[in-house]
């Protein structure tokens, strides 16, 4: 500072060649540098995000024309605003905004993110009192997920199982991602399940019949215990009376189980054949065969000592060492046809008398007897036989008489010729046949076929039901209640 006082002291002339210059410098400088511009500023942020489901409201921009020298003179302008934000589709955006003046202009952009950051929420089914059994695979429960973009995002979902747990993974439109886990819970809560499977959980059975203490134990966790089942009480076959058993088992676990089981041991209800016919009186009748069910079914009326009959064909030879078998075991044997031919044995009276009496030379050879009972092939009402031979039903019958044969229609089917081949469905026919002339006050005479399985498999229960009824089984013989149906040809 000290030195520069001496200066100022003697410059008054170069003032006044320096001013001009000054000024003149500042002209031309004012004159190159000076910009005419037309500007525009945003309002607000340059780059805006807006969440999927707000609404985006544009701030607007300001533009001016001014000079860069003396930008505080400046003019305000109007400015065009492009704005195409879609606020329903995330994405991103440019708003654009643009002023002129004159032959100038100018542009300004912002960019705008319609954004979303919501992941979907996937929601699961539990059970809160559920498990897994132990060495089970886990059982979904159920989950589904949405999303606040996509909506029900359910089918989307990969679904992964690990050994304890299961994760469950899906993403939405704008790759947000979620990820939910579930603990598998693996526990044993459930005692064995005891079950009969060859029998009932109350069974009758005859004094001096043979009862099976057939039972069975299966574990969710463990498998097959039956080897651990106790069993409390037992069945005296030979001593008419009830009896309960009590079946218990335990899982490795401790969960146990506990089932019972009435067993009635009664008299056998007495078989007597025609000499006790009443409307409670049942005759199975087998036609057709034999054939290779029909020892199956010997041994099922042995075992009950039931008495029954058989029309028989030499359809099968193989199979005519049976009717020893039924002769042999009380059963009656009679005759069906030899051919079972409808074409033939309907054709003429001769035909038939002649087929009747081959299948009667065959009985004779096996019982060492020939039988004067028969029963016709479709049964005496059939009318196939119109297609062969006009009348010959009718005709048939006369000379059956007068040959001193007698014949047996039916008045219980079972429908095993065709109307079902369901056992259970065999024996609701034949119960509500039986019932149904039992109320008529007419033995039943009942329609079965030996080379049908699904109706010898129904005999058994058939027995079972008639005897706990009250019915009595016999064989046919030739004064027994004949059922006759209509000749309709
Ligand atoms: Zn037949």
Request: aromatic residues 12%; glycine residues 8%; hydrophobic residues 30%.
């Amino acid at each position: 500072m000290k030195k520069r006082k001496p200066k100022r002291k003697g410059s008054g002339r170069i003032w006044l060649i320096l001013i001009p210059v000054l000024l003149a410098a500042a002209a031309a400088g004012f004159l190159i540098f000076n910009r005419h511009e037309v500007r525009i500023e945003l309002n607000g942020e340059e780059t805006v995000d807006v969440e999927y489901g707000n609404s985006y409201q544009d701030e607007g921009a300001e533009a001016y024309y001014h000079e860069t020298l003396i930008p505080f003179l400046h003019k305000e302008l109007e400015l065009t605003t492009e704005n195409n934000v879609n606020e329903k589709v995330p994405g991103h955006y440019t708003v654009t905004y643009r002023a002129s003046f004159r032959n100038l202009s100018a542009e300004a952009k912002r960019k705008v993110n319609i954004v979303d950051p919501e992941p979907p929420v996937i929601t699961l089914v539990s059970d809160p009192e559920g498990y897994t059994p132990f060495g089970h695979k886990y059982e979904e429960e159920g989950y589904s997920a949405s999303d606040n973009y996509d909506g029900d995002l359910s089918d989307k979902v990969q679904r992964t199982a690990y050994k304890d747990c299961v994760k469950y993974t899906v993403s939405d439109t704008y790759g947000n991602k979620t990820t939910v886990t579930r603990e598998i819970i693996y526990d044993d809560r459930r005692g064995p399940e005891i079950t009969f499977p060859q029998g009932e959980a109350e069974e009758t059975v005859f004094v001096g019949g043979t009862w099976y203490n057939d039972y069975q134990a299966v574990d969710d966790v463990d498998g097959d215990v039956t080897a651990s089942v106790k069993v409390d009480g037992s069945v005296d076959t030979s001593s008419a009376g009830d009896y309960t058993l009590t079946y218990t088992v335990s899982d490795e676990h401790g969960n146990s189980s506990e089932i019972s089981r009435l067993v009635h041991v009664k008299e056998r209800p007495a078989n007597n054949g025609a000499a006790g016919e009443d409307s409670k009186t049942i005759y199975l009748t087998f036609d057709d065969g034999p054939y290779a069910y029909t020892e199956e079914l010997l041994s099922i009326l042995a075992k009950y000592n039931v008495k029954a009959t058989f029309f028989t064909t030499s359809a099968y030879p193989a199979y005519a060492y049976c009717m020893a078998l039924e002769a042999q075991q009380g059963h009656t044997v009679a005759v069906h046809t030899e051919t079972h031919n409808y074409a033939y044995v309907y054709a003429s009276e001769d035909n038939y008398w002649a087929d009747f009496s081959r299948q009667n030379e065959v009985i004779a050879a096996q019982t060492g007897s020939y039988s004067n009972m028969f029963r016709f092939p479709g049964g005496s009402s059939n009318t196939v036989s119109m297609n062969y031979n006009s009348g010959i039903m009718s005709r048939l019958s006369q000379q059956a008489a007068a040959r001193g044969l007698i014949y047996f229609d039916w008045n219980v089917s079972s429908g095993d010729a065709g109307g079902t081949t369901d056992t259970e469905q065999v024996y609701q026919n034949v119960i509500a046949g039986i019932q149904a002339c039992s109320r008529s006050g007419v033995p039943s005479v009942v329609l079965q076929h030996d080379v049908k399985s699904y109706s010898v498999n129904a005999v058994e229960k058939i027995i079972n039901w008639g005897l706990e009824n009250g019915y009595h089984f016999a064989a046919l013989q030739p004064g027994s209640y004949a059922p006759h149906q209509n000749i309709a040809n």
